[in-house]
Structures are given as structure tokens and as C-alpha cells.
DNA sequence: CAGGATCCCCTAGGATACTG
DNA sequence: CAGTATCCTAGGGGATCCTG
């Protein structure tokens, strides 16, 4: 089977792999799967560059506070470019950088999964037919 | 560029993707990209068939609070199968469902990127492979 | 428009103890 | 061994107001 496959090579190179407690990749992965940090990816995978405004708006419910804090965390991991010109009023550009869109590879497959599967799994699923 | 391929395939399928507020895919990532569920996820695409001790110790840093809140969404989720068999001293056993294998083939590639990259990206060194 | 700065609430999550 | 049951706190995250 593939992963056993991916996994085990990864474990023979670094024993411990994610599984050890003081792995930074944890945290890494910690700042990728935060609540937001996906949307934001996926929408600026989709959408190229985009405002501020405009991630504001595909990320539906986003808080302010919070896009800021996610854009800052994805910006200092160098996940996301941040390009700010100095007009009037203010005008931000967000894109991936080289790196983000390695990690927007990976993530895609993974949200369309869930996108598919979440109906079945969660079981709210629409009622195909309804008696009543 | 592949990615946006993906998103948009899924986009012209279903406008609002996961980036609309009340999409259940965003309640499944929620459950799978939380704090423990990948470790957990990863060790039994490594380990196959592991009881509650083993992932306990491969998961370092779980609490059995949480080894237990998260297997069960995992088992509810119907990615994870349990098996309890009826001994003394007790003995559980946990192994993925194909669904949640199919997760976990998406799910390992993220991870092996987070551990090549977390180095770099967080200005930390990764922890030195052991030799035991 | 693109955010800081604040206040505050809620819960994810840790520590510890107990049980079938 | 494989969990529950409690208690408790840091901080994730929302709402609101403020500013260059």
C-alpha cells in the first residue's frame, strides 16, 4: 500500500518523523491546518492574487482579526507573498509563493475529499426522499 | 498550474466550495485537522493495527483525554475501526476503514512536506536522525 | 481599504484521579 | 489495559472600535 510506503520510507531517514513531540514540523503543521489557514490557502490557489477584501469575502466567516493573524503567520513562513502598495486608500496584494503552492498542491486533493465525503460522513446528507 | 485546475473542477460543481460558512466539508476538516488526528491517522497508515497503548506512545504528547476525544470523532467519522475484545486485561483495538485509508494517502504526502520543510520555514533545526 | 488594538468569552486541551 | 470523570487554564477566536 502507497502511504505505509511514503511513511516508512520517511521513518527509516528520521525515526521519530512527526510522532516526536518536539518535531517543529508539528508546528508547521500546526500553522497549515489552524482554522483558517486552508480557506485562505485554497482561495488564493483558485483566485492568484487577491486583496485583502476579496479573501475576506471567499473565506466566508473569516473574522477580521483572524485573516490578519492567518495572512501573518502564512507570510512569515513564506507561504504567502504580501505586496503592499502605497496608495490612496491602501491596497494589498496576497499571493502563494513558489513554496505555497507546493503546499496547495497537497492540500487540494485533500479538501476535495473532504468536500466529497463530508456529506456521507457527517450524515447530513440532503433526505433523497421525503413521505410525509 | 494543477491546482487550480482542481478548484476550479470543483468550483463550476459546487459554486461555494468549502469556502461557504455552512459547508459540512469545513465541520470534516475541522475533525481531521485537529491537534491530534493526523498523528493518530499517520501512526495506523504506518502502524496498521495498533491498540490504545501503542498509539498512546507513538502519538508523543497525547493525553488520553485527547487520544480518546480524538478516536472518537475518528471511529464516529468512520475513518477509524475499533475492535474491542472481550479479555481481561482488556484489549482494544484501532485500525483505519478504507475510507480512512483513502484520507491517509492524502494526508501523508502533507505531512512528509511539513517535515522537509519545517526546518527551513520556522528557522528551526529538524531534530538529528537517531541511531539506536 | 487594510489593518491594529482591546475586551472578552469559550473551549480545546493539559493534569490528575478513579474504574471495569 | 483502556478508558471515564473532573478540574482548570492558556489562548483561539469573535465583536467592536480606532487609524493611516
Redesign the interface.
Known sequence: ????H???A??Q??????????????????H??S?WS??VL??L??G?TLRWSELRR????VSEKMLAQTLRTLVD???VAREAHPVVPPHVDYALTP?G???????????????D???A??G?EPPPARRD
Chains 1, 2 share one sequence.
Open positions: 500500500m502507497k502511504v505505509s511514503e511513511v516508512s520517511l521513518r531517514r528520521f525515526p521519530d518523523l512527526v510522532f516526536e513531540a518536539g518535531c517543529p514540523s508539528r508546528v508547521l503543521l500546526d497549515v491546518m482554522k486552508p480557506l485554497l482561495a490557489a483558485e492568484g471567499r473565506a466566508e466567516g513562513d513564506g507561504l513554496l503552492r507546493e503546499l496547495t498542491d497537497l492540500l487540494s486533493p485533500l479538501m476535495v475529499w473532504a468536500f465525503h463530508a456529506g460522513i457527517l447530513v
